[in-house]
Nanobody, 123 residues
Framework: QLQLVESGGGLVQPGGSLRLSCEPS????????IAWFRQAPGKEREGVSC????????NYADSVKSRFTISRDNAKNTVYLHMSSLKPEDTAVYYC????????????????WGQGTQVTVSS
């Protein structure tokens, strides 16, 4: 079954940084836009960031702009989410998702999903 695998989550203090990675299990990411979503306890899953297939366009939720950076290395078949100046409210399970070529706001538009990686921001 084709899916994505997230890694890099963990426990970090407020103000700290983490880098999440998203890799496919059995396909190439080259033709896919990749998005990061997150879901905090008791809350709905929300979009965090997205990058188009070629990396030419990126977008971010207002809550993470200037703190998070999405990037991709197609040679390594990996998409990254660099998170800095982390806040307790960033605590959530982070998921990556893939859809063909362009980003979309709705989760239903994404074809492949990962199982998620936990990010906890706490002192």
């Amino acid at each position: 079954q084709l899916q994505l695998v997230e890694s890099g989550g963990g426990l970090v203090q407020p103000g700290g940084s983490l880098r999440l990675s998203c890799e496919p299990s059995e396909f190439t990411l080259n033709y896919y836009a990749i998005a990061w979503f997150r879901q905090a306890p008791g809350k709905e899953r929300e979009g965090v960031s997205c990058i188009t297939e070629g990396g030419g366009t990126t977008n971010y939720a207002d809550s993470v702009k200037s703190r998070f950076t999405i990037s991709r290395d197609n040679a390594k078949n990996t998409v990254y989410l660099h998170m800095s100046s982390l806040k307790p409210e960033d605590t959530a399970v982070y998921y990556c998702a893939a859809k063909f070529r362009t980003c979309a706001e709705t989760m239903a538009a994404y074809t492949y999903w990962g199982q998620g990686t936990q990010v906890t921001v706490s002192s």
